[in-house]
């Protein structure tokens, strides 16, 4: 089943009072507060901050501190208008420019570096955990894909909505985004229209198999593995490598180098499931997601744990 704009909202909204099988102990433990009720959310927690923008001299100091991560995109062309659309973006959700969304605008940055085919505004992009739905919306403001397919638990992957509704106003959400699900009988989407507009195919985290049904060119996962159990990391790389068929899919991973859940389940980057046959692009630790900042001393702090990127050409083996 196709649900469009606002009826995807209402469903999911139904759907995140139940249990999610996609959800690890971590997230069982984040999403415990969260409830939806006619267009008010509470106990967001867990997948970056959404606090209001920052004014006057708070917003001086951020910029201040935010300066450091700016620099490290200073080489990578076209981060200024990526920069420029985030401001816009996070304008529209009422909602601050702060490092978690800063973060996703240095690494479209690089990615359009990086690869440029794979961001050339024909292709799909995946995005596999996104929060506020960042990533996503960074994407389509830049026109460098023409489908974002987004993946998410229920109750994430509703407010991933609920934001794009709020940058894109109900109109364009109407007509842009759809969530495709196999909770009710289940349609040809590709039958259903093969519009030349750009598009948002939402999925929630147990239908990942739908995702066959959408070619990739690029699959991005931020922050976002080290936190699932590892027999869905593997479901999703099952996923990307069934996705190359003529195409080359890259996939950009960026996960904490190992992190112990709240059950004790362990995942490290370097045990997920690669094959010696990927060609690893790019593998380093990620120069602009070490340290987050705070107002106190000292103002750069270390995450939990050292973070690695890395941007694989996977092979389909
Ligand atoms: C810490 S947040 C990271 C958000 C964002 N990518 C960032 O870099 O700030 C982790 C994200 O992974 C999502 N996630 C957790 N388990 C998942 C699963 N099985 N499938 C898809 N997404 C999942 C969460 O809902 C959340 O959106």
């Not at 995946?126 to 638990?153: C, H, Q, Y």
Request: proline share 3%.
């Amino acid at each position: 089943m196709v649900l469009r704009g606002s009826k995807a909202i209402d469903f999911l909204s139904e759907q995140a009072v139940k249990d999610d099988p996609g959800a690890s102990s971590h997230w069982k433990y984040y999403h415990s507060d969260f409830s939806y009720n006619e267009g008010q959310m509470k106990g967001i927690q867990g997948f970056g901050g959404n606090r209001l923008p920052y004014g006057g001299l708070r917003k001086w100091i951020h910029q201040f501190l935010q300066k450091p991560y700016r620099n490290m995109a200073s080489d990578f062309v076209s981060f200024e208008k990526v920069d420029q659309c985030a401001n816009i973006i996070t304008n529209k959700q009422n909602r601050a420019y702060d490092l978690d969304v800063l973060r996703q605008s240095i690494t479209l940055s690089f990615l359009k570096n990086k690869c440029p085919n794979q961001l050339n505004g024909q292709s799909t992009v995946w995005v596999i955990g996104d929060g506020f739905a960042s990533m996503t919306s960074l994407i389509l403001a830049n026109r460098f894909a023409k489908r974002v397919v987004l993946v998410n638990l229920t109750k994430t992957l509703l407010v991933d909505l609920y934001y794009l509704r709020l940058w894109l106003g109900e109109k364009k959400f109407d007509k842009m985004v759809k969530l495709h699900t196999l909770t009710s009988s289940e349609d040809d989407i590709s039958k259903e229209d093969n519009s030349e507009d750009f598009e948002i195919i939402a999925v929630q985290a147990s239908d990942y198999n739908l995702l066959e049904k959408y070619n990739a060119d690029l699959v991005i996962n931020i922050a976002s593995m080290q936190e699932m159990n590892p027999e869905y990391i593997a479901k999703y790389f099952s996923e990307i490598r069934k996705a190359k068929k003529s195409n080359d899919v890259l996939f950009y991973c960026c996960n904490r180098v190992e992190k112990v859940l709240p059950d004790g389940t362990l995942t490290r980057i370097g045990e997920y499931p690669w094959l010696p046959e990927d060609d690893v692009l790019v593998n380093e630790l990620c120069p602009w997601h070490q340290k987050y900042y705070e107002f106190s001393i000292p103002m750069y702090k270390k995450y939990d744990g050292p973070i690695q990127h890395r941007l694989v050409k996977m092979t389909n083996n």
